[in-house]
C-alpha cells in the first residue's frame, strides 16, 4: 500500500549551552556507539515545535493544553452569554467536559483547605491530568453548555446531547492534536494517534559536560566588603546534533478531516499542518538556559524526504562517532558521513525513490548538495506543502 510519509533530518550545532537538563540539572545525554553523547529529548523540542505555531499558525488551528480547562471553557461560556456568572460558568464547563472526555473535572481538596483557611472563596474547577482541547473543540462545547445552562445535568444526561458532546470533542483537531496525539485517561474513545514522531536528537560526536563556576557581585558592596554576593556552578556542552522527525502525512490528514473552511480546498488543513511543521520543527529550539548561554543557531542542513514506504532515520551515519580533526570541524565531517551513508541505505534497501529537498549553510555542508534539490527554508516550506497536496488530491 502506498503511503506519503515526511522525514525531516537536521544537522545543527550549539555552542556552550543547557538547553535540556536532567534532575540534578546537567544537561541530558545517551550513549551510543559506545561513547557518550550530547542530548535533547524529544519532549523538549516537541514542545519548542509546539511554541513556534504560535508565531505561524492562526489561534483557530491550535489547542490548549491545561488542568484548568474548566476556567479555559468558562472564559468562552461567558463571552458567548455575558449573564453567566463566573462561578456558574466554572460549573457549566465542569459538567460539560466530563460529559465530553470522561475527565471528572472538580476543585483540588488541597486549594479548596488553603481557601477554607484563609477565608477566601472556593477555587475552580480542574482536571487531575492535562486536557488537551482545540480552539474550535472549546468553542462548540461552549455553545453546547450555554444552550444547556438552565440544568446542565439533566441536559446532558439526554442521549443525543451526550452523543454531541463526544463528537465535539472528537472532530475538528487542531494541528498540534492532530500531530502530537492525544491521550485521555478517562476517555479512550477520543484518543487521537499523533501523527509525527520526533526523535531524541543526539551529538553526532562524543561529549564530556563541563562545569562553569560563577558569581555575582552585590551591587551594594563596598571597598571594605570584598567577595562575590553569590557563586554557583551550571553545567554545559557544546555540539553538533543530528535530529530527526518522522511525519505520517495520512494520519495527519484523517486527524485533520478535510475542508475545515467552505471557502478552502479540501486539502488546505493538511498542506498548511505539513508547512507549520516542517518550519516550526526546523527553526525551534528548547529553551533551557537561553539567558546564560544566548545559543541562538539555526541548523547548518536540513534534508527533507517525501516517501512512499515507511520512515527512515539516519542516524546509523553517526554510530562511529564523528572525530573533529586539524581545520575540519564536526559538521563537514557530519556532512560527509551523512552525504555517503544516505545512497547506501536508500540503494540496498529500494527506498531512493522520494522526492527530496536539501537546505544548507556554507562550504561545510557542500557534499550533502547532491541529494535532492537546493532550496530555501522558505522554498523547502513551500514544495513540501505542494507536494503533499498533490499527493493527496491524487489518492482521492
Not at 52 to 67: H, M, N
Not at 268 to 287: I, K, M, N, Q, Y
Not at 353 to 361: E, G, H, I, Q, Y
Request: glycine share 8%; hydrophobic share 40%; with cysteine.
Amino acid at each position: 500500500m502506498t503511503r506519503t510519509i515526511l522525514d525531516i533530518h537536521v544537522l545543527q550545532t550549539v555552542p556552550p549551552s543547557n538547553i535540556n537538563r536532567d534532575d540534578t540539572g546537567a544537561p541530558k545525554t545517551a550513549v551510543y556507539g559506545g561513547v557518550r553523547r550530547a542530548r535533547v529529548s524529544s519532549q523538549a523540542w516537541k514542545r519548542a515545535t509546539r511554541r513556534a505555531f504560535e508565531s505561524i499558525l492562526d489561534p483557530q488551528d491550535l489547542g490548549v493544553r491545561t488542568k484548568k480547562v474548566a476556567e479555559v471553557l468558562a472564559e468562552r461560556i461567558t463571552r458567548l452569554d455575558p449573564s453567566i456568572e463566573q462561578r456558574a460558568a466554572w460549573n457549566l464547563a465542569a459538567e460539560t467536559v466530563n460529559v465530553a472526555t470522561g475527565t471528572k473535572v472538580e476543585p483540588p481538596k488541597r486549594k479548596v483547605e488553603a481557601a477554607k483557611k484563609s477565608g477566601e472563596d472556593a477555587p475552580a474547577p480542574e482536571s487531575a491530568y492535562l486536557v488537551f482541547l482545540s480552539s474550535r473543540q472549546l468553542d462548540g462545547l461552549a455553545g453546547l453548555a450555554v444552550e444547556g445552562r438552565d440544568d446542565i445535568k439533566a441536559f446532558l444526561k439526554d442521549k443525543d446531547n451526550k452523543a454531541r458532546a463526544k463528537s465535539i470533542a472528537d472532530t475538528r483537531h487542531s494541528v498540534d492534536i492532530a500531530l502530537f496525539g492525544r491521550m485521555v485517561a478517562d476517555g479512550a474513545d477520543i484518543n487521537v494517534d499523533a501523527a509525527a514522531q520526533v526523535a531524541h536528537a543526539i551529538s553526532v560526536h562524543a561529549v564530556e559536560n563541563e562545569s562553569d563556576y560563577y558569581t555575582a557581585v552585590d551591587d551594594r558592596n563596598t571597598d571594605a566588603e570584598p567577595g562575590a554576593g553569590m557563586i554557583g556552578t551550571v553545567e554545559f556542552n557544546s555540539s553538533t546534533l543530528y535530529r530527526y522527525a518522522a511525519l505520517d502525512v495520512d494520519l495527519l490528514g484523517r486527524n485533520l478531516g478535510e475542508g475545515l473552511r467552505e471557502d478552502e480546498p479540501v486539502a488546505e488543513p493538511l498542506r498548511r499542518a505539513v508547512e507549520a511543521f516542517v518550519r516550526g520543527f526546523v527553526e525551534s529550539l528548547p529553551t533551557g538556559k537561553l539567558n546564560t548561554f544566548g545559543n541562538h543557531t539555526l541548523p547548518d542542513a536540513v534534508i527533507v524526504k517525501l516517501r512512499a514506504s515507511r520512515p527512515i532515520s539516519f542516524v546509523g551515519a553517526f554510530e562511529r562517532p564523528v572525530v573533529a580533526e586539524g581545520q575540519h570541524g564536526q559538521v563537514r565531517l557530519a556532512s560527509e558521513c551523512l552525504a555517503e551513508y544516505v545512497p547506501d541505505v536508500e540503494r540496498v534497501y529500494g527506498a531512493d525513490d522520494s522526492d527530496t529537498w536539501v537546505l544548507r549553510v556554507g562550504e561545510a555542508t557542500k557534499k550533502l548538495a547532491g541529494l535532492g534539490t537546493e532550496v530555501s527554508l522558505s522554498g523547502m516550506v513551500e514544495a513540501v506543502g505542494a507536494a503533499v497536496a498533490q499527493r493527496h488530491a491524487s489518492a482521492r
